[in-house]
């Protein structure tokens, strides 16, 4: 199994000092951040992307592009690429020059992300949420069948004919998973396509999806692919430090405030500390706690769902301490990663 890290960048006062983490600053702790990761073993970063004033990762492609010139051996990943609102021309483009840049170390997650700000900024209608996806997918899996010549016609874009799409990626194809959330649709379809699942927890009990694993595994063999190549991932948030308190009493903070947010923003009002202790407990969705705790969650989890390929700790926190994040990051690759290689 692949242990990764997700990050999206988002702002940061810290909880311990009260300081302001500015833009220019946060940035350079990313990169600071993914270099350290790649040093300690860690798998696959990769950057989100949201239009929002609390997050700076409205440009993944740039961000891992900076990190691809900065790193050796990690595989650099987005989380996720927005690509309803995104030309699957230019996506390509982007990640096959990540893909140079990093000497084949470039990887896409592609899906409809939790935010809708997108939709206005760039001029579409959330009323084509699902059309734009299915057409943009169509035409992205159209490219790298065969980015020298691409012939296509659909929705929502002007039409391909022949069309090479260019520059050529080291990898062919470059690896790209559908990103997917709770949509039993999105499973399926992920099945079908064959292309490896990466879903998306961050509240409730991870088994509760082993249903819809079940079928995205069930759609794929239906479709005449090899289950065993219909690799499913796991992208839930977290946070290692070197004892369980320790890491609780960093991540709460952060959690409560961003969650927080999103609630108020969402009508369904502000989760509390026991949600918090529940989703950080044996069962929950985020991995909170030392190396040995995370190591053996991450066990259970790819248990509860049948076998993981990819576990990604999503660790953004609007109010950790850049030290604390380098710790976390340093454990979870020099610690976490070899104790679920070696199942112990």
Same mark, same amino acid.
């Given at each position: 199994?692949?242990?990764?890290?997700?990050?999206?960048?988002?702002?940061?006062?810290?909880?311990?000092?009260?300081?302001?983490?500015?833009?220019?600053?946060?940035?350079?702790?990313?990169?600071?951040?993914?270099?350290?990761?790649?040093?300690?073993?860690?798998?696959?970063?990769?950057?989100?992307?949201?239009?929002?004033?609390?997050?700076?990762?409205?440009?993944?492609?740039?961000?891992?592009?900076?990190?691809?010139?900065?790193?050796?051996?990690?595989?650099?990943?987005?989380?996720?690429?927005?690509?309803?609102?995104?030309?699957?021309?230019?996506?390509?483009?982007?990640?096959?020059?990540?893909?140079?840049?990093?000497?084949?170390?470039?990887?896409?997650?592609?899906?409809?992300?939790?935010?809708?700000?997108?939709?206005?900024?760039?001029?579409?209608?959330?009323?084509?949420?699902?059309?734009?996806?299915?057409?943009?997918?169509?035409?992205?899996?159209?490219?790298?069948?065969?980015?020298?010549?691409?012939?296509?016609?659909?929705?929502?874009?002007?039409?391909?004919?022949?069309?090479?799409?260019?520059?050529?990626?080291?990898?062919?194809?470059?690896?790209?998973?559908?990103?997917?959330?709770?949509?039993?649709?999105?499973?399926?379809?992920?099945?079908?396509?064959?292309?490896?699942?990466?879903?998306?927890?961050?509240?409730?009990?991870?088994?509760?999806? !082993?249903?819809?694993?079940?079928?995205?595994?069930? /759609?794929?063999? &239906?479709?005449? +692919? =090899?289950?065993?190549?219909? *690799?499913? #991932?796991?992208?839930?948030?977290?946070?290692?430090?070197?004892?369980?308190?320790?890491?609780?009493?960093?991540?709460?903070?952060?959690?409560?405030?961003?969650?927080? !947010?999103?609630?108020?923003?969402?009508?369904?009002? /502000?989760?509390? &500390?026991?949600? +918090? =202790?529940?989703?950080?407990? *044996?069962? #929950?969705?985020?991995?909170?706690?030392?190396?040995?705790?995370?190591a053996e969650k991450i066990a259970r989890v790819s248990d509860d769902l049948g076998g993981l390929a990819r576990l990604t700790v999503q660790m953004?926190?609007?109010?950790?301490?850049?030290?604390?994040?380098?710790?976390?990051?340093?454990?979870?690759?020099?610690?976490?990663?070899?104790?679920?290689?070696?199942?112990?």
């Open positions: 199994m692949q242990i990764g890290i997700d990050n999206f960048v988002s702002a940061v006062v810290e909880y311990d000092t009260g300081r302001e983490i500015g833009a220019r600053q946060r940035v350079a702790h990313l990169l600071e951040e993914v270099e350290l990761a790649d040093r300690s073993g860690v798998d696959v970063y990769g950057i989100g992307e949201h239009h929002r004033a609390e997050f700076y990762d409205s440009a993944p492609t740039v961000l891992l592009g900076a990190a691809a010139a900065r790193t050796e051996r990690i595989r650099l990943t987005s989380a996720v690429s927005v690509l309803s609102a995104d030309d699957p021309v230019r996506l390509h483009q982007q990640f096959a020059t990540i893909d140079l840049i990093s000497g084949g170390r470039a990887e896409m997650v592609v899906g409809r992300g939790s935010f809708t700000e997108a939709f206005p900024l760039f001029g579409l209608d959330l009323q084509d949420y699902d059309s734009l996806f299915a057409a943009k997918l169509d035409l992205l899996l159209r490219i790298r069948e065969n980015p020298s010549s691409v012939t296509w016609s659909g929705a929502h874009r002007p039409s391909l004919r022949g069309q090479g799409v260019h520059p050529m990626p080291v990898q062919d194809p470059i690896p790209m998973w559908l990103g997917v959330g709770g949509s039993p649709e999105s499973f399926i379809r992920a099945g079908m396509l064959g292309l490896p699942l990466m879903v998306a927890i961050i509240g409730g009990e991870p088994r509760r999806f !082993r249903p819809l694993v079940d079928l995205y595994r069930q /759609a794929g063999e &239906r479709s005449g +692919f =090899d289950p065993s190549q219909l *690799p499913v #991932g796991v992208h839930a948030p977290g946070l290692v430090a070197d004892t369980d308190d320790e890491a609780v009493a960093a991540a709460y903070p952060g959690w409560a405030d961003l969650f927080g !947010r999103i609630g108020r923003e969402r009508g369904f009002g /502000a989760p509390g &500390r026991a949600e +918090f =202790d529940a989703m950080a407990g *044996p069962h #929950g969705a985020m991995f909170v706690g030392s190396p040995q705790t995370v953004t926190n609007t109010k950790l301490p850049h030290d604390a994040m380098l710790r976390g990051i340093e454990l979870l690759g020099s610690e976490v990663a070899p104790h679920v290689r070696q199942g112990r």
